[in-house]
């Protein structure tokens, strides 16, 4: 793989990263709502309870890690199939 390709893989990788943190953020704000019946809590409100904020950070972090999680991964098995390809041509 060529060092454009490189490049260009890491900015396919970090846009399309980005563009699925916003809607995790988005779908998880929206579960919240509905299992709570309330918008998701600011954590650095003082008057939100810390077991509140805390388990918001928790489910948000785990949700928008996931998720980065799966696009690395598919990011990565992308790479592997092109190179696979590469080395057959």
């Known amino acids: 793989m060529s060092t454009s390709e490189k490049l260009l ?3 396919y990788a970090a846009a399309i990263g980005g563009v699925v943190t ?7 704000a929206q579960a919240w709502k509905l299992a709570t019946g309330e ?9 939100v ?7 918001w950070a928790m489910a948000s972090g785990v949700g928008v890690g996931a998720a980065q999680l799966a696009i690395k991964r598919m990011n990565a098995r ?7 390809v590469d080395k057959a041509s």
Do not use: G
Request: aromatic fraction near 6%; hydrophobic fraction near 35%; glycine fraction near 0%.
């Open 9 to 11: 893989n890491k900015v």
């Open 49 to 55: 309870p810390a077991t509140t904020a805390f388990v």
């Open 78 to 84: 992308r790479s592997w199939v092109r190179q696979q």
């Open 22 to 28: 916003l809607v995790t953020q988005k779908i998880l």
């Open 39 to 47: 918008e998701p809590p600011e954590p650095t409100n003082p008057e």
